[in-house]
Every structure is written in structure tokens, then in C-alpha cells.
């Protein structure tokens, strides 16, 4: 199992970021994934969590929701994290993996929300 993040960089208070997510090793169709995030001293916090179902509604914690969109392709074994009017709260590692399994982290992608 393995997942390659990207899409994250240093963005300003407000700003937007597209990040992605590819999995391998399994069949990521039967599969809800999710996004977490895991800042110093903090842990992993989740981000969002897809339902399997191309299409299916995205779960947000109030942290996010309004500002943050889930989505995947099941066609190109991705994830996606659309996140609109960042915050500096919202400075992280990203990263993505089967929801509530214990397969190994990826490398993440760095998200920092500073002016």
C-alpha cells in the first residue's frame, strides 16, 4: 500500500489549495478514504472522509466544512482536497489513507497559511 500526496505550499490567510492524492496496492474503489492532517503536538486530526461511491457527499468536521471540498476519482485511484480560504490553523502536514485502516503514512504535503 502506498499514497503520494502533493498540491500543498505556502499560501496566504484567504488563499486556495488543490491537493492530491494517488493510492496504490489495493483496490481503492471498495475503499473510503480519507484525509488527515498532523501538525506538532497535535497528532492526526481528520480532514474529510469519502464514502467509496464516486459522487457520494464528502464528511466534514465543522473545522472545515464551508471551506473545504472532497472529492475522488476512482478511475485514476486519486483523491482530492480542494481548500478555499485557508487559515493559519490550517498549517499542516496532509496527508491521505484508508479510513480507519492502519496502512502506512505517505509523505504528505506540506501546507503552510501564513501572511
Known amino acids: 500500500v502506498q499514497y503520494v500526496e502533493s498540491g500543498g505550499g505556502l499560501v496566504q490567510p484567504g488563499g486556495s489549495l488543490r491537493l492530491s492524492c494517488v493510492a496504490s496496492?489495493?483496490?481503492?474503489?471498495?475503499?473510503?478514504m480519507s484525509w488527515y492532517r498532523r501538525t506538532p503536538g497535535k497528532g492526526y486530526d481528520l480532514v474529510a472522509t469519502?464514502?467509496?461511491?464516486?459522487?457520494?457527499?464528502?464528511i466534514l468536521p465543522d473545522s472545515v466544512k464551508g471551506r473545504f471540498t472532497a472529492s475522488r476519482d476512482n478511475a485514476k485511484n486519486t483523491l482530492y482536497l480542494q481548500m478555499n480560504n485557508l487559515k493559519p490553523d490550517d498549517t499542516a502536514v496532509y496527508h491521505c489513507?484508508?479510513?480507519?485502516?492502519?496502512?502506512?503514512w505517505g509523505q504528505g504535503t506540506q501546507v503552510t497559511v501564513s501572511a
Open positions: 489513507r484508508r479510513t480507519f485502516m492502519s496502512d502506512p
Open positions: 496496492g489495493f483496490r481503492f474503489e471498495i475503499d473510503d
Open positions: 469519502l464514502p467509496r461511491r464516486n459522487g457520494a457527499s464528502a
